[in-house]
T-cell receptor, first 115, second 115 residues
Framework: AQSVAQPEDQVNVAEGNPLTVKCTYSVSGNPYLFWYVQYPNRGLQFLLKYITGDNLVKGSYGFEAEFNKSQTSFHLKKPSALVSDSALYFCAVRDETGGSYIPTFGRGTSLIVHP | DVKVTQSSRYLVKRTGEKVFLECVQDMDHENMFWYRQDPGLGLRLIYFSYDVKMKEKGDIPEGYSVSREKKERFSLILESASTNQTSMYLC??????????????FGSGTRLTVV
């Protein structure tokens, strides 16, 4: 079985400060991991994914995520937050060796960047 | 850029009505998906399709059906709308065999209210 958890419903950060949005996962085999962003009244946009290789993955809009196998985490990061980064962020996981082809999405974390 | 277009941004329907939500993608993607998004519950998969005329149940198919007569179009049907189907509905598509872990491209969503 595969599962994903986003332990924070909301993250608040001041503009210019670094931000982290947390994601932990559980799979039987190797994980495929994804981050998506959703701006108000819009669909989700793909940010980045980890399949294999370098543990640090770079994505759109200056975001990056670090895969940590020992901690089963895939936290989303950005060195300097912008007010325009305020949005809902979703982590998703798929088990490479599992029976389901479809990723499981987390419940989402609302990021609020204060001016 | 791939575009996934959902025909309506907002819909208001009456209880018991048959409701059609349409989704069209323009990049020849094999896979298409319907999710509903509710606060605190994240994204839940209703149905998906990996080929024309093929469909698979997701996690919450009850009360819904789908149709994929052409590769580019995936329709979600609420056979008899109920108030508990009031939600944001998101269509998505992805390239390649469904077993692959390509990212999804999402539509902008349809916010359905059943009164």
């Amino acid at each position: 079985a595969q599962s994903v958890a986003q332990p924070e419903d909301q993250v608040n950060v001041a503009e210019g400060n670094p931000l982290t949005v947390k994601c932990t996962y559980s799979v039987s085999g190797n994980p495929y991991l994804f981050w998506y962003v959703q701006y108000p009244n819009r669909g989700l946009q793909f940010l980045l994914k980890y399949i294999t290789g370098d543990n640090l993955v770079k994505g759109s809009y200056g975001f990056e995520a670090e895969f940590n196998k020992s901690q089963t985490s895939f936290h989303l990061k950005k060195p300097s937050a912008l007010v325009s980064d305020s949005a809902l962020y979703f982590c998703a996981v798929r088990d490479e060796t599992g029976g389901s082809y479809i990723p499981t999405f987390g419940r989402g974390t609302s990021l609020i960047v204060h001016p | 850029d791939v575009k996934v277009t959902q025909s309506s941004r907002y819909l208001v329907k009456r209880t018991g009505e048959k409701v059609f939500l349409e989704c069209v993608q323009d990049m020849d993607h094999e896979n298409m998906f319907w999710y509903r998004q509710d606060p605190g519950l994240g994204l839940r998969l209703i149905y998906f399709s990996y080929d024309v005329k093929m469909k698979e149940k997701g996690d919450i198919p009850e009360g819904y059906s789908v149709s994929r007569e052409k590769k580019e179009r995936f329709s979600l049907i609420l056979e008899s709308a109920s108030t508990n189907q009031t939600s944001m509905y998101l269509c998505a598509s992805s390239l390649g065999a469904v077993q692959l872990s390509n990212g999804y491209t999402f539509g902008s969503g349809t916010r359905l209210t059943v009164v």
